[in-house]
Each structure stands twice: as C-alpha cells, then as structure tokens.
C-alpha cells in the first residue's frame, strides 16, 4: 500500500474500478486514439496505473487538484485518468490561455502538482511535470482504491470577468456521473468522436463519460472539417460531439465532399455550448436524419434542457424542455413570466439534492429560493419548450430598441461568403449604441452585399452601421467568442 493510502469502501463504483473492469473484460479493445497514436484499454490502464504512482510521489493526494495544461491528445487524457487513480481532482486548463491568466487560474485552485510546459509565474513553487513526461515506472498494478471529493475543476469567467474555478459537486464514483451521459446520449462501448479543446467543459466530459462507458475515444488534435468527415468514416463513430462553429464549418464543405462522406455509423450527434441557427440545424437533420441531440446547460450543471430533432422539427429553435433542475423566465422585476414572453432565465438544482458545484474565485449570485441564472434572455412557449435570445450582457441598446448578436450573426452565416462573425456595440452619440459587424470571410465579400443579404433578414434597427472583415477565426473549437474583450479592443484610444 502507498503511503498515506487509506482503503476505502465506497458507495459506488470508483472510476478507477470501473476502468480496470473494462480493460480485464475486453483488454485489447481500442480506448483512445488521437492522430497515429492508439491505446488499448489494457494500455491504458498500465500507463495510467504508473502515471498515478508517479503524481503520488509528486505529493499529490485525495482531494488534491492537479492543473493540467496540456493540449488534446493522448499524454492529456493519461494525466486525467491518473489524477483520478491518485485520488486528485483534475482541473483542465487550455495551454493558449495568456500567462497572466494562466498564473490567476492555476492560483485560485492551488494544485499540488501542474502538468505543462509552463512559465514560472504559472506554476509558482509548485512542483511541474512537463508536457512530455511519460512515466519510466514498471508497476502498473492497480493503485489502492481512493475516491476524489470531486471528478472535475474546469475553468470559467475569463470572458467575462475575473476568471473563476467550478469545482463539480460529484465524486469520481460511476454511479454520481453516469446518469450525465445519459442525457448526452453516450451508448456503450461505441465510437466517441471529440474535436474540440478538452479543456472546456463539454468536450472534457464527454472524453470521461465515453471511457466509462466502454467506448472507443476519438480525439482530434485540433478541429479540421474534412478530417473530422474522414475521420468519423474510418473508425465508425457512433457519437459525435459539436458546437455551432463545427457544425457550420463541416456544412460549408464543397458539395462532393458532403456527398460522398460515409456518416452512416452515426447515432447521435451532439451539440451545445452555443445557439446553433434554425437554417444550420435543419440543414444537418436533412443531411445524417433526425440523430440530433441539444442540451442547454452550464459548468455549474444547476438544470439542464434537452431536445432530440424530433421535438426540434415540431418546436424549431427550441432548446428543449427541463430535463432535470427548474427553470424559469423572469422580468426586470422579478416577477415570473407566462409562456411567450421574453425575460431572464433562472435556475435551481431539484430540491432535495446536494449542491452541483462550488466556486473558487467568486461567489455565485443566488438568490434567497436558490435560484441563480446565467445572463441568458428567453422564453418558453405553451408546452415548456425554452427558446433562448442572447446574453443579457451582449444585447445592444439601440436607441431605446433591444438588438441581440446572435440573430445578426445567423443571419449573416446564410452568405456563402462568411465562415463566421461577431456582433457588438460600439458607442453612438445619437442612438447610445449600434451594431458593428466583424466577419471573418472565406472569400472577398463586400460590406454593400452583405447589407443586402440581412435586409430581407433582419429589421431596418437592428442593421449593423458598420463592418470589419477579419483574416483569422472569431471563434475557438468549442464555439466560444470572448464579446467582450473584442468590444475593448475596438474601444481602445488608437
């Protein structure tokens, strides 16, 4: 036994047990794959066994975070899955982000260990493993069995405000996590495809859901749409996990590519982190068949929206009704709306359960019932289907007339021309504000033709007063667009 090693008699199923039981059941199955790199489950289950003994003489113990800033790739969900084994919390952290940020973050959960290459303001006094270490162990038995307080610690608010750490409110115990993949439609021992950046929640999710289950995990180094379409062929995806941004970016392939790509293994497709548009959704429904699968939700996971293409055809634009928690719709005043009219969305975990996160950084804003809401403006039609606006804090002010992003920006992502855009508001003396449009274009498009294309689209007041085209993506992977810092740097003295 290691030191300090306290067994443990759980109740439930520890991830660790879980994985071991995968591997002895079917141990040259694939588990993991990215790019020319492929694990079996006995392999994965030998190289995390050593990696966890290695952070474990590293310091690193039960309840313990451990930063993980490494890319997508194999050496990422090694570090993951060993944190796990070692009793640790991982807490994935994107190794783009600037190092001031990088340093805040990686200060609010203070690890006992980093994984990364790293600067020193990051890490600290810390100790650090960098980027690529592979563990020299030989004894890949299992570890003794400890459970994390916590299977997760992803990172949020950097757009937004101060940054902050949500750490989940379930320990690494199959039976606290399972019902998640559940509502994300995981099967078992399928083909799990993720393409966007682990570091984000939902992406990081469905990699440690999808091995718990049993499947094959399919992680893509970087998003390629092309390589995404080959990809899903040659391994038979079962489960695809997207945003909006990949889902537009695969429709906009040439047409033969479309035509002639095998996507007949796939069961569900997934999608959320971003309103998709009604012309982009459809247009997947009538191309891979009514496999679509939305969930509405966030890091903190207080409630959840679901909706399979089946409720979406008949309720288009739909999120979905409340699969689990409560939702509601409420005025400036706070007063609950009817069914049809616009407000502020709120949510509450279902009474009864025990709290699905706690912050690092921050404190959530909840009010006196529990309830607290995300900043996103919606509303829920006569069956309890929720539709959602924008962001109470990206709608513009247009001389006294609410004007949202997102409406403009889907409609701007009908032009053939456009790959992407992001609409802000920029200060006006006479109407406060107006929206100016930044577009990122896949060929040369004029301002005047754009303008031409939204008139039948989009009212007269909610035209953008000016544009900007852009030569790199607006978007990450995960289809995330940081508003806010684009605002200030358009505001900036010049």
């Known amino acids: 036994m290691l030191a300090d090693d306290q067994p443990v008699a759980p109740s439930g199923t520890p991830f660790p047990v879980r994985l071991a039981e995968l591997a002895a059941a079917d141990p040259d199955r694939a588990a993991l794959t990215c790019e020319d790199t492929t694990l079996t489950r006995a392999e994965l289950e030998s190289a995390t066994n050593r990696f966890a003994r290695d952070l474990r003489d590293r310091g690193v113990r039960p309840g313990d975070f451990v930063s ?29 982000l600037p190092t001031g940020e990088l340093a805040e973050i990686v200060a609010l959960a203070d690890p006992a260990l980093v994984i990364g290459d790293v600067e020193p303001p990051v890490s600290g006094s810390r100790p650090v493993l960098p980027a690529q270490f592979r563990s020299a162990r030989q004894d890949d038995s299992p570890l003794p069995v400890v459970v994390s307080p916590s299977w997760k610690a992803p990172a949020s608010g950097g757009s937004t405000g101060r940054p902050k750490v949500i750490v989940a409110g379930r320990r690494s115990l199959v039976e606290e996590v399972d019902p998640q993949a559940n509502g994300f439609g995981i099967e078992r021992d399928g083909v ?11 992406p990081h999710m469905a990699v440690g859901l999808g091995l718990l289950r049993g499947n094959h995990v399919v992680l893509m180094r970087r998003f390629d749409a092309a390589k995404a379409l080959q990809l899903i062929a040659e391994h038979r995806v079962t489960w695809f996990y997207t945003v909006s941004t990949i889902l537009s970016r695969i429709a906009k392939l040439p047409a033969d590519v479309l035509t002639t790509a095998d996507m007949s293994s796939l069961r569900t497709v997934f999608h959320t982190a971003a309103p998709v548009p009604v012309w982009l959704k459809r247009h997947w429904i009538d191309w891979v068949g009514p496999i679509l699968r939305e969930m509405y939700s966030a890091t903190e996971s207080q409630a959840a929206t679901l909706i399979t293409s089946e409720e979406w055809l008949e309720h288009p634009g739909s999120v979905g009704r409340v699969l689990r928690g409560e939702m509601q719709v409420r005025d400036a005043e706070g007063r609950v709306l009817a069914p049809g009219q616009e407000g502020k969305v709120w949510l509450r975990r279902d009474a009864g359960t025990a ?18 809401s995300l900043g996103d403006v919606g509303w829920f039609d006569d069956d309890g289907y929720l539709y959602l606006g924008d962001r109470e804090a990206d709608m513009i002010l247009v001389g006294g007339a609410n004007v949202y992003p997102a409406e403009i920006e889907a409609a701007l992502g009908l032009h053939e021309a456009v790959v992407d855009s992001c609409v802000i508001g920029l200060p006006d003396d006479d109407l406060g504000n107006v929206p100016h449009a930044i577009v990122f274009p896949r060929q040369p498009v004029t301002e005047a033709a754009l303008l031409d294309h939204l008139r039948s689209r989009v009212a007269p007041y909610r035209l953008p007063r000016s544009f900007e085209f852009v030569a790199a993506p607006l978007r990450d992977e995960a289809g995330k667009v940081r508003r806010s810092r684009l605002r200030a740097e358009r505001l900036k003295p010049r």
């Not at 090694?78 to 952290?93: C, H, S």
């Open 355 to 372: 709290p699905t996160y706690r912050l690092l950084g921050g404190e959530a804003k909840i009010d006196p019932d529990g309830w607290e």
């Open 68 to 96: 993980i800033v490494l890319p997508n790739g194999v050496p990422f969900v090694l570090a993951q899955v060993a944190t796990w084994k070692a009793g640790g919390i991982p807490q994935p952290l994107s190794p783009k």
């Open 192 to 202: 799990v495809l993720v393409p966007s950046p682990v570091s984000h929640n939902g």
